[in-house]
T-cell receptor
């Protein structure tokens, strides 16, 4: 069985400061990893994903995440946050165990950017 | 285009009402999903459709009835709901049920359901 741990339920950070949102996973098979962002009263938007290849993946709005197999982590980082980054961020993992794609979400981290 | 649309955006219904939620995608995806999300919680999988056939039902009560009329449409029929069913209902789609980039699920904006 797979699981995802997001240790920080809330992360307050000042505008233009760097931020790291932590994500650790466990799975007995190869996995694909995702970060989704959810703005207030909206659905989930795919932020970035790791399927294979380069372990560093980037989004179009300045976020990046690095897949670390030995530490089973997929932390999300941004060097300088903006007010508009205030949202809930979900880390997710999917694998093929059980014969179908099963996506498991972490409990989410609320990023609060302080002006 | 990675758009999944859902209607309505908001729905208020009584416990004796019958209503339906609609989801549509035109990306040629062959897997579609319904999730339920309570406030401050991650989405919980309800149903998975693969090639228009129900492949996964995560022990969802029968008052929720999914339907996949064609490869682009997914409905969720609601009947005799309870107040605790109030939540954000999210639809998602992916290219295949398993394998490669087909594992990426794209979500719609959701329907905010309130059961009185």
């Amino acid at each position: 069985a797979q699981s995802v741990t997001q240790l920080d339920s809330q992360v307050p950070v000042f505008e233009e400061a760097p931020v790291e949102l932590r994500c650790n996973y466990s799975s007995s098979v190869s996995v694909y990893l995702f970060w989704y962002v959810q703005y207030p009263n909206q659905g989930l938007q795919l932020l970035l994903k790791y399927l294979s290849g380069s372990t560093l993946v980037e989004s179009i709005n300045g976020f990046e995440a690095e897949f670390n197999k030995s530490q089973t982590s997929f932390h999300l980082r941004k060097p300088s946050v903006h007010i508009s980054d205030t949202a809930e961020y979900f880390c997710a993992v999917s694998d093929q165990s059980g014969g179908y794609q099963k996506v498991t979400f972490g409990t989410g981290t609320k990023l609060q950017v302080i002006p | 285009d990675t758009e999944v649309t859902q209607t309505p955006k908001h729905l208020v219904m009584g416990m004796t009402n019958k209503k339906s939620l609609k989801c549509e995608q035109h990306m040629g995806h062959r897997a579609m999903y319904w999730y339920k999300q309570k406030a401050k919680k991650p989405p919980e999988l309800m149903f998975v459709y693969s090639y228009e056939k129900l492949s996964i039902n995560e022990s969802v009560p029968s008052r929720f009835s999914p339907e996949c009329p064609n490869s682009s449409l997914l409905n969720l029929h609601l009947h005799a709901l309870q107040p605790e069913d109030s939540a954000l209902y999210l639809c998602a789609s992916s290219q295949y049920v398993s394998g490669g980039d087909g594992d990426t699920q794209y979500f719609g904006p959701g329907t905010r359901l309130t059961v009185l």
